[in-house]
RNA sequence: CGCGGCGUGGAGCAGUCCGGUUAGCUCGCCAGGCUCAUAACCUGGAGGUCGUAGGUUCAAAUCCUACCGCCGCAACCA
């Protein structure tokens, strides 16, 4: 037997010196998608995430905050996670990097590049300010005339010893590797930046080391000095996958398949990250995807502060809808769903480009497509069958469903004039495709628009609600097609709202077990084994409980 | 001249690469229909000199030039 189809995926590692933001759980969604979709169409998946904890920042952080370093990273995980959990985000590890197991496969990695020859000593020169004992950028060194924008006391000019990695030698390889492998970085416009940098600008040997630091990784072969950022965090993405520990499992998955970050860290991933594996003897992954960002969007000058009183829906101001804290996930998600969350991140803003938040725009998605679209159309189903015919469309066992496009005389016209040329299977293949290219919005829009709107529409115009009391049986078979338009929709939903799609799925009797559909089932119309019926829980009453309550 | 992106009816976008039917879509707004449904659904309508000024062409949102405006990145902000 053919061993499964592995998928290996990462997102970006956190900084844990603040909570996670709506930016970072956009990352972390647009991720989950993917590692759902490839689940459902049977690959073996392991889907890692992670804090960056061996930081100046964070160590600063907790002291500021009388913690214990340790025990600080320790609780901001704990808090990451529960975020993360709570927006269903379907990660198999989460790695701290201040756990022993990093620190070791991290000094096996490094000590490895350093007996090929990839890294040597030399000394940093910058702007240090002694009362932060570190050294400031270019930019804050400029921007504040040359003073500590914390401090305010003059930078000065220092030079310490310190080891770089030689990553100017592979300017070459790199250019070499995007050009062999053109998906490597993606999207498009990503690679053409790194593309241009190299050329341009060329790489620099980077500093990886710092001195006198007390949290952190010490250097295998210098214990003077610890592991500068980017050399550590980066490793993550192997030593969570068992690098220098568990070699079979550490072979099993890698190269990964995709590391998901934002776009400003796309050189590290690009350049910095595939020449460290290669120093080491390893293979570079086989993708790239910097994701766009999210900006809070509030009208006026706002500002974040105050927008709960200022801003409003319709009457409702902000305070009153339980959305004062913007950028705080947990606030959105207990308000509404995570399901809300994902739709709307998911829907509304480009994965591979950068989107808008506002909380105006947020209950126009949610109300118009979850709520009156998806949500309605599942309420009008449920109520009809159950109401017309006691919840159970009788003798429709052996039905074969047909696809809502195909009963509109119209689309019959346009599909025949295609040839057969486009059919539902291409539909499909084609949302396959945009979710393989984390084109989510356009997957979510062509969902709404291309089935679910005009599966309201194809209710309407046959108005079973009539026609049930003239002829019971045509308005029965209007309603089993109906219905199926609800089972295709879940299904292709799965990866995005995950819970809301089940609850559809499971509303009725279809045959195939939930945890088994894949996206070729939502093309395929097998016939029903049983008559189809109604599986929904109702209200005491008989009344169905809307999915997605409207807003507002 | 650091790099990159954007400017299309009230809002958000597609179309621009390979110029050519009445410039599309979603939301909002207005009117009507329907009443199974979550004041939901359906139909119709108003609303745009496609940032500005030139140029090429039989023909420009689309190609060329200049300019204006907005935004992001710039080696530890996803």
Request: aromatic residues 14%; proline residues 5%; contains cysteine.
């Amino acid at each position: 037997m053919a061993a499964k189809k592995t998928w290996f995926q990462t997102t970006a590692i956190d900084y844990p010196n603040s909570r996670p933001h709506i930016g970072t759980a956009f990352e972390k969604l647009g991720a989950d998608v993917q590692a759902r979709y490839r689940r459902m169409e049977g690959y073996d998946v392991f889907f890692l995430m992670g804090n960056d904890e061996n930081t100046v920042k964070v160590s600063k952080r907790a002291a500021e905050l009388c913690l214990d370093t340790q025990a600080y990273c320790d609780d901001m995980a704990r808090q990451f996670r529960e975020v993360w959990d709570a927006l269903d985000i379907s990660y198999d590890t989460f790695v701290q990097t201040s756990s022993e197991r990093h620190k070791q496969c991290c000094r096996k990695f490094i000590q490895k590049v350093y007996d090929n020859g990839h890294i040597e000593k030399g000394s940093y020169e910058g702007w240090y300010c002694e009362g932060c004992e570190e050294f400031k950028s270019e930019k804050d060194h400029k921007e504040n005339a040359g003073n500590c924008p914390v401090h305010r006391t003059p930078l000065l000019r220092r030079n310490e010893p310190c080891y770089f990695f030689k990553l100017s030698t592979f300017s070459e390889r790199l250019l070499k590797y995007y050009e062999e492998n053109p998906d490597f970085i993606q999207p498009e416009i990503r690679k053409n930046e790194i593309v241009s940098l190299i050329k341009t600008e060329g790489l620099r040997d980077i500093p990886i080391s710092r001195r006198n630091q007390t949290w952190g990784i010490q250097f295998p072969f210098d214990p003077e000095f610890t592991i500068y950022v980017w050399f550590d965090a980066l490793l993550t993405y192997i030593t969570g996958i068992g690098y220098g520990d568990d070699e079979a499992t550490f072979r099993k998955w890698w190269p990964a398949d995709t590391h998901f970050i934002g776009k400003d860290i796309t050189r590290f991933h690009c350049a910095l990250w595939p020449a460290m594996l290669w120093a080491a003897g390893e293979e570079p992954p086989k993708k790239v995807f910097a994701h766009g960002f999210v900006y809070l969007k509030l009208p006026e000058k706002v500002g974040d502060k105050g927008a709960g009183e200022l801003v409003k829906i319709g009457k409702t101001t902000l305070k009153e809808l339980g959305l004062e804290y913007l950028a705080e996930p947990m606030e959105i998600i207990k308000k509404f769903s995570a399901e809300a969350f994902r739709y709307f991140f998911l829907r509304e803003c480009p994965y591979p480009g950068d989107g808008d938040f506002s909380p105006e725009r947020f209950v126009d998605v949610y109300n118009s497509e979850l709520a009156n679209n998806l949500g309605n159309l599942l309420s009008r189903c449920l109520t009809l069958i159950t109401k017309n015919y006691g919840g159970t469309l009788d003798s429709t066992a052996g039905w074969k469903p047909m696809w809502i496009d195909e009963l509109d005389p119209q689309i019959q016209e346009a599909l025949k004039a295609s040839g057969g040329q486009y059919n539902r299977i291409t539909w499909i293949n084609e949302l396959s495709k945009h979710i393989e290219n984390c084109s989510y919005s356009v997957a979510l829009f062509t969902i709404m628009n291309s089935l679910l709107t005009k599966s309201n529409q194809y209710i309407e115009t046959n108005a079973p609600w009539k026609l049930v009391k003239t002829d019971k049986e045509a308005a029965k078979k209007v309603l089993f097609n109906a219905v199926q338009s609800l089972r295709i929709a879940s299904i292709l939903l799965k990866p995005f709202i995950p819970r809301s799609a089940e609850a559809i799925y499971t509303s009725f009797n279809f045959p195939k077990p939930w945890a088994e559909v894949q996206y070729a089932d939502a093309a395929e119309l097998l016939a029903q084994p049983d008559d189809l019926r109604v599986t929904a829980a109702l209200d005491e009453g008989g009344k169905v409980k809307p999915l997605f309550p409207r807003i507002g």
